[in-house]
């Protein structure tokens, strides 16, 4: 541990083309001194030549040549800046078309979600769209942002007609843990870096420091102890007989806290041991915790490959070949029921084939439209699938890691859809349990 | 109480190990890409992390310009012995001697010519993973850059049709002929890296820490002066690239990011140690690829050599 220890906070800026969503992130750099003089000249550069002089901070990633011509970003850009605080990694995904695909994709690592409402137009399909989003992908924190409140003259009724607009629906989405409501102008710096004069009404944070300040040491599941077996560790050095007899296996702790002489089970077998050894480069461990990436050692030899998982023997995950999900599909070509994909989860990769669709999801109006005939690109809905072996898996609300999956386009290998399981139904029932080795 | 979290280096570390990890998992012929710049040795101490006690199970590969610096080249041999792995240098040189690539004469640096030779030392091993340092916070063409990122049969990167990445699934699966890039560092900044580079006490090259040398200033930097051809029955590797009437200077000086010696500006610096410096990376006001003449070509060189198999 360093004396300062710094973590980092995972970010995504939500909003659509004119709500001051590259203002804002602009702002952030730039306050933070993490926009470099090169950096700003090829801003300046860029903006004498195309932009009529008005500086565009999306320049600053889109960095590709057709997302410059067009005028465009194509997927999500990831940028970095740190205060003397936090470290931050901030997901900036586009407005436009795909935009559901790219915010789904930037959520699923992030810690925060910062939404953008224009204070002048209130809630919009957007802002439900990104709040549903932000719901569906269980980031644990999120901040409205109730941007231009220079344009409103600094209204706290608007403010506050805005936030009860929001506080009605939120409560037909899955649970947000916490929610903040900042009033701001990014344009001018209100209440981004610094607290603004224009809200003496307002009593909470800037949105910098709330984000210096937010805990996040608890968004990882510490309740229950998951090791997917990602790869087994076997020097067999023939040289040096402890290396030749040691059997590491090796992943990154998914869930939960693990302690040297702790019961343990392997599923899927359901074979018991106890932990040996935490292994690291760095020395051995007396405690891990997610999302560690460690080599356990165990007291017996079993059989034990990539693909299994290591629990705790409280709070079993639950382990079925028939899986119950809601998925965001990422493909041009629609899902329909019947097609068969690759399942990736956590280590282990599956055949699967969806046996139905159960509704899709208007993300703008929170209805559901029962049993349509397939998922077009950008849809949200529930399907069931089956696959060619059971999988030990969580529900996603309760654990982020065990309880998403993608699927891959058998042939094309194509990443087509994002999946979120729904909690088992029962916990796994683990056949020799009075099996001692 | 105790506290269960990771400060930003051991975050940034274990999702790097994991990313390793999934590489030794799912590929079945990956080599890790070494150079001995700081990035990669980074890369290295992760790879120990990943998979010791046992051996690194894949082999270090480094394609050669012919131009590099004479202390990068021993720090590489070096390290590669010291950790037991086997190491496969390709160069330009051999891919013209042997016909699979031909130079340019209006173009002296060798940069886009590592692009075949990698493409064909993929090729000869069947490699279908390499391992690299590159980060997003680089450059703006990596900024968009996967850690898993997809190359088909004929090396090159499509970056308006990549798959979308989401938690730590990462899709690793290739059809014959495909192969895949993979870079653990994409989360870290040029910061992290030297800030890890401390803590894990790490040994770089000492053409990183301030020393005297003679230099010549052209296209906007100053370049080292090649060291003197010897040997008059080979052609000159560095023809061309010597200083003409271009002003001169022995500069107290470092490399900040190392290229090849002919397209890496030296930095005017005293620093002397990781903690001048990190000092000095706070403090720079102007980004490490600023002093990379291979990517001021144009707005787009990283973009354009990167879509034909570039690192």
Redesign the interface.
């Known amino acids: 541990?360093?004396q300062h220890?710094?973590?980092?906070l995972r970010f995504n800026t939500c909003g659509s083309v004119d709500d001051g969503k590259s203002t804002l992130i602009g702002r952030l750099l730039y306050d933070s001194k993490s926009l470099?003089?090169?950096?700003l000249e090829a801003l300046q550069r860029s903006a004498d030549i195309t932009g009529g002089g008005q500086v565009n901070l999306a320049n600053?990633?889109?960095?590709?040549?057709?997302e410059?011509e067009q005028g465009i970003t194509?997927?999500?850009?990831?940028?970095?800046f740190?205060t003397p605080k936090?470290?931050f990694?901030v997901a900036d995904t586009p407005g436009h078309v795909q935009y559901t695909?790219?915010m789904?994709?930037g959520a699923?690592?992030a810690n925060l979600s910062v939404v953008l409402v224009d204070a002048r137009l209130g809630v919009i399909e957007q802002t439900r769209r990104h709040s549903y989003i932000a719901a569906l992908l269980g980031i644990p924190h999120i901040v409205f942002a109730i941007n231009k409140m220079d344009l409103v003259d600094w209204s706290e009724e608007r403010f506050l007609e805005i936030r009860e607009n929001i506080e009605a629906y939120l409560p037909r989405l899955d649970v947000l843990k916490d929610v903040k409501f900042i009033p701001m102008s990014a344009l001018n710096g209100d209440n981004v870096v610094e607290l603004s004069k224009n809200t003496p009404w307002y009593q909470g944070p800037a949105l910098l420091g709330h984000l210096e300040t937010v805990h996040?040491?608890s968004d990882?599941n510490?309740n229950a102890f998951r090791l997917p077996v990602?790869?087994v560790?076997?020097?067999?050095?023939p040289r040096d007989q402890k290396?030749h007899d040691?059997r590491?296996l090796?992943?990154?702790i998914a869930g939960g806290?693990v302690k040297v002489g702790q019961e343990v089970r392997i599923l899927p077998s359901g074979l018991k041991s106890k932990v040996k050894q935490i292994?690291?480069?760095?020395g051995e461990l007396e405690e891990a915790?997610?999302?560690?990436?460690v080599t356990l050692v165990l007291e017996d030899d079993i059989d034990v490959s990539?693909g299994d998982m290591i629990v705790g023997m409280e709070k079993l995950p639950g382990k079925n070949s028939e899986l119950h999900a809601r998925i965001c599909w990422?493909h041009p070509k629609a899902l329909a029921p019947g097609r068969k994909y690759?399942v990736?989860?956590g280590?282990q990769?599956v055949q699967a084939m969806v046996t139905s669709i159960d509704h899709k999801i208007n993300i703008q109006t929170y209805e559901v439209e029962p049993a349509p005939a397939e998922l077009a690109m950008n849809d949200i809905g529930e399907i069931r699938l089956r696959v060619s072996k059971p999988l030990i898996y969580d529900g996603y609300r309760a654990n982020?890691?065990t309880g998403?999956?993608?699927l891959?386009e058998q042939g094309t290998?194509?990443?087509v859809g994002?999946g979120m399981l729904h909690a088992p139904l029962e916990p796994v029932k683990p056949e020799y349990d009075d099996f001692a080795i | 109480m105790k506290s269960y979290h990771l400060d930003h280096l051991q975050y940034l570390e274990t999702e790097a190990i994991h990313v390793m990890r999934e590489v030794a998992a799912e590929f079945e012929r990956p080599a890790l890409l070494f150079s001995g710049g700081k990035d990669s040795i980074c890369l290295l101490r992760l790879a120990e992390k990943a998979f010791r006690p046992a051996d690194i199970p894949m082999p270090f590969l480094n394609v050669e310009t012919g131009h590099e610096f004479p202390e990068l080249l021993e720090f590489r041999d070096r390290r590669a012995k010291e950790l037991g792995a086997k190491l496969i240098v390709r160069s330009v040189d051999q891919a013209v001697a042997n016909g699979t690539a031909v130079l340019t004469k209006s173009e002296i640096s060798r940069n886009r010519m590592q692009i075949p030779v990698l493409l064909g030392a993929i090729e000869e091993y069947r490699f279908d993973c390499c391992i690299g340092g590159a980060r997003r916070d680089e450059e703006k063409a990596r900024a968009k850059e996967r850690f898993f990122s997809f190359r088909d049969g004929f090396g090159q990167w499509d970056p308006k049709n990549q798959r979308p990445e989401l938690w730590n699934l990462y899709n690793a699966r290739l059809n014959g002929g495909e192969n895949m890039r993979v870079f653990p560092l994409s989360n870290w900044t040029e910061m992290d890296v030297w800030e890890y580079i401390k803590r894990e006490q790490l040994e770089v090259p000492n053409i990183y820490f301030s020393h005297t040398r003679e230099c010549f200033f052209r296209a906007g930097q100053w370049l080292p002066v090649p060291p003197p051809h010897t040997d008059p029955t080979t052609p000159d590797p560095f023809e061309g690239a010597r200083p003409g009437k271009e002003p001169r200077k022995t500069m107290v000086c470092r490399v900040r990011t190392i290229a090849d010696m002919i397209s890496t500006g030296m930095l005017e610096s005293p620093a002397t140690s990781i903690d001048d410096i990190i000092g000095e990376i706070s403090a720079a006001r102007v980004t490490e690829r600023g002093s990379r003449a291979d990517d001021k070509a144009s707005e787009a060189a990283m973009e354009d050599r990167k879509k034909q198999g570039y690192f």
Request: proline share 4%.
């Open positions: 541990m360093s220890p710094i973590e980092i470099m003089e090169d950096q600053l990633t889109d960095g590709l040549r057709a410059r194509i997927d999500v850009a990831y940028r970095y740190a936090r470290k990694i695909r790219n789904v994709t699923s690592t996040i040491a990882w510490l990602q790869w560790n076997r020097p067999n050095n290396l040691f590491g090796s992943g990154q806290i292994w690291t480069y760095d915790f997610c999302p560690q990436s990539r990422m690759f990736k989860h280590t990769t982020r890691l998403s999956f993608i891959i290998n194509h990443t994002a």
